[in-house]
């Protein structure tokens, strides 16, 4: 009997025991479960689970060696929005009022200077996440690993999760469509991002860990 771990959250699947609560039976195997079957913790689907390997059944890999800088640019008016719109967060947690209002401010002026953008299509945003879980995000812990910066890490962690889940979604959207928001709700969670899909948010971010009141509900237009 195997065991799978969703790379999320950290649940894991336990062929031997199943899920009884959830109608799956003690010994029913991993290829088993419906192709549609998510998390029960944050909603992520199969894809998202990784077999549990035996430690020290294979070498760790090796970090891949990060290729050259690219040149400081300027960031333009969208970045600077949302660069200034988590400074604004940082501050409110470190309860700076006067400098979380500030940013805000700054945020909000360079929203309203950001140019109209034609709708993406959903190719186009999953090749984006891709990109990020599979060169960019790999770069960043390669620097942050040789670095030793702990705090750096483990912000990536949080990232990483948070974008998976978000390539997660995505991927389901992309083959439900319109069905697979019907007769639920869409939460984010306000201190690290997690997305949540269901009718209430989770007593606990499976991401971050904070309560289920940090998470706010994502109105439809």
């Known amino acids: 009997m195997n065991k799978y771990v969703c790379m999320i959250c950290g649940f894991t699947y336990d062929e031997a025991v199943g899920i009884p609560k959830a109608g799956i039976a003690a010994g029913t195997k991993w290829e088993d479960l419906p192709e549609n079957w998510v ?13 549990q390997e035996i430690p020290g059944a294979a070498a760790s890999e090796a970090l891949p060696t990060p290729e050259a800088e690219d040149e400081l640019r300027e960031l333009n008016m ?107 709700n869409v939460y984010v969670c306000e201190t690290c991002g997690f997305l949540y899909i269901g009718e209430e948010p989770p007593a606990l971010c499976p991401v971050c860990k904070v309560p289920s009141w940090k998470f706010t509900k994502v109105e439809r237009r």
């Open 78 to 184: 969208g970045e600077l929005s949302a660069l200034c719109s988590n400074l604004a967060r940082g501050c409110e947690k470190q309860y700076l009022a006067e400098e979380s209002a500030l940013f805000t401010e700054l945020s909000e002026y360079f929203k309203k200077m950001t140019p109209a953008q034609d709708p993406a299509s959903y190719e186009a945003l999953l090749d984006l996440v891709q990109r990020d879980l599979n060169q960019d995000m790999v770069h960043a812990n390669t620097v942050a690993a040789a670095e030793a910066d702990r705090g750096a890490r483990r912000v990536l962690v949080w990232n990483e999760k948070v974008t998976r889940i978000l390539n997660s979604i995505l991927g389901r959207y992309q083959k439900e469509g319109d069905a697979f928001l019907e007769h639920t």
């Open 39 to 51: 998390c029960p913790l944050c909603g992520a689907a199969k894809s998202d689970f990784k077999k």
